[in-house]
């Protein structure tokens, strides 16, 4: 949709595709994820306030309302007095084609401006796409556990800085993905230690290329029903399909056991075939 520092569009077909009708992206920058798919129910968080703002306008915009954006040469700069007329999203949004790697709207054309007549109409186009996409302006933990798609892509634990917001604390948000409903698909840097993270390609940036990795949790299905498994723990909580509740079931990674006894104890004994 628009250009941004960490965007993921180039390499978005890395990542697995969306098991769910609803994805919830909680960490939206550009969303680059939510944009490939953009028919699906679409929940985007952005702490940011200029972030939010301009996806709450590109929400709102007809096509001609971003076709209506001027185009800007260089020397010339948003806080001139002849750009009075626009918004402060209007401006941000111009802001964020000026500069494509960076993290802040810039007010003038930079050495690798984007902002011309084609892209704008492309993004004249896309704003069609997101007219039923929900947007908050609210931090990631504020978002329900709900089954989903979360696409979760925080600020780089080594390299976020640049961010406006850019504190986040990786042992919480750490247990947090390994405790939503659904499908979690976590994106980092290489380096990043907070989850067991593996190497998924290179992300070419202006000045650097990146060495991207990912986190997935698995997929658990239920030994008496045979279905996704819905729940957090394995021990505590129950199947949420219906004719499995009331039982303390047991969610078996990806392979169905042959067989199953429960010990005395209560725990679950899974026989694999050899
Ligand atoms: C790596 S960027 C996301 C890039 C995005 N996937 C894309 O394709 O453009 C991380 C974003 O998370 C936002 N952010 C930082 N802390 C946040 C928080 N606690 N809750 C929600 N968003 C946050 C930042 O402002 C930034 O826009």
Request: hydrophobic share 30%; charged share 25%; glycine share 6%.
């Amino acid at each position: 949709m628009f250009y941004y520092y960490g965007r993921k569009k180039r390499i978005v077909k890395f990542y697995p595709e969306p098991e769910n009708d609803i994805i919830i992206e909680p960490f939206a920058g550009s969303a680059a994820y939510a944009m490939e798919y953009y028919d699906r129910n679409v929940i985007l968080y952005e702490i940011n306030n200029k972030i939010y703002s301009v996806w709450k306008f590109l929400k709102e915009a007809s096509p001609n309302d971003i076709l209506n954006l001027p185009l800007i040469n260089k020397g010339q700069s948003l806080n001139n007095k002849e750009f009075d007329y626009l918004t402060d999203p209007e401006k941000w949004v111009i802001g964020l084609f000026l500069n494509p790697g960076s993290s802040v709207p810039k007010k003038s054309p930079g050495n690798f401006c984007y902002w011309d007549d084609s892209r704008r109409t492309i993004l004249s186009k896309d704003v069609i796409k997101i007219k039923h996409w929900e947007i908050k302006n609210e931090s990631y933990e504020n978002a329900p556990d709900i089954k989903a798609t979360w696409f979760v892509d925080p600020p780089y634990q080594n390299a976020g800085k640049y961010y406006v917001n850019s504190k986040v604390d990786y042992k919480y948000l750490g247990d947090w993905c390994k405790n939503r409903r659904g499908q979690v698909i976590v994106c980092e840097n290489e380096g990043a230690d907070w989850l067991d993270f593996e190497p998924l390609t290179i992300l070419k940036g202006q000045k650097h290329n990146r060495k991207e990795v990912i986190w997935k949790n698995k997929k658990l299905i239920c030994v008496l029903c045979g279905q996704e498994w819905g729940v957090k723990c394995q021990f505590t909580n129950v199947c949420e399909n219906e004719n499995c509740k009331g039982f303390c079931t047991w969610g078996y990674e990806l392979n169905k056991p042959e067989s199953f006894t429960i010990n005395d104890d209560g725990k679950w004994n899974l026989n694999y075939p050899e």
